[in-house]
């Protein structure tokens, strides 16, 4: 479960990337959107960040 949240996270933040990539080349920065679009995308990176560390200290994503 644990990996699947993470893949969604990140599967999430290339979206976000994508989606600010697009605001920039369309709005050519005038507008607020490539600002919401990085905050998302910081956001996500600290979840993601957060649920690795989760994993790693339980032990869930433990190397065999």
Same mark, same amino acid.
């Given at each position: 479960?644990?990996? %699947?949240?993470?893949? #969604?996270? &990140?599967?999430?933040m290339? %979206?976000?990337? $994508?989606?600010? $990539?697009?605001?920039? /080349?369309? +709005?050519?920065? *005038?507008? *607020? *959107?490539? #600002?919401?679009? #990085?905050?998302? *995308?910081?956001?996500?990176?600290?979840? /993601?960040? $957060?649920? /690795? $560390?989760y994993? &790693?200290?339980?032990? +869930?994503?433990?190397?065999?």
């Open positions: 479960m644990l990996k %699947a949240l993470i893949t #969604l996270v &990140f599967v999430c290339v %979206a976000s990337l $994508a989606a600010g $990539a697009g605001f920039l /080349l369309r +709005d050519q920065g *005038r507008s *607020r *959107r490539l #600002l919401i679009s #990085l905050k998302l *995308r910081v956001s996500l990176a600290v979840l /993601l960040f $957060a649920l /690795l $560390a994993g &790693f200290y339980f032990g +869930d994503l433990a190397s065999r």
